[in-house]
């Protein structure tokens, strides 16, 4: 939160009238190994899907987390049309894109 703070990565502003934004809610899962202890703490932020409205907010959904799976069955094909692969930052290009209707 501080590198982002001060980064400058958002600007706090007041919702425009009438509109109510999606709260969000903090999720914590301790994961556990083969052994039954505790191996890892993670911490996720959700938006609460429940407060949106049809034919409102319903429409557009992104996650940008691709499944392992799919890398898995990419690589292959890259390999075997002799694709070039190219990586990039999702959390940057996210947070430093520009957006042009309201959130």
């Known amino acids: 939160m501080n590198s982002m703070g001060s980064n400058q990565v958002w600007t706090i502003v007041d919702p425009p009238k009438g509109v109510r934004p999606v709260g969000s ?6 994961k556990l190994g083969a052994d039954g202890e505790v191996t890892t703490f993670k911490a996720r932020l959700v938006a609460k ?7 409102v907010d319903f429409e557009e ?12 069955v990419l690589l292959p094909i890259t390999t075997w049309y002799d694709y070039e692969i190219w990586q990039m930052d999702v959390k940057m290009a996210y947070l430093n894109g520009f957006v042009q209707e309201e959130i």
Do not use: D, G, N, Q
Not at 25 to 30: G, N, P, Q
Not at 49 to 55: L, N, Q, V
């Open 25 to 30: 809610k903090s999720v914590y899962k301790r």
């Open 49 to 55: 899907a429940y407060t949106r409205r049809p034919e």
């Open 61 to 72: 959904t992104y996650s940008p987390v691709a499944m392992a799976k799919s890398i898995w």
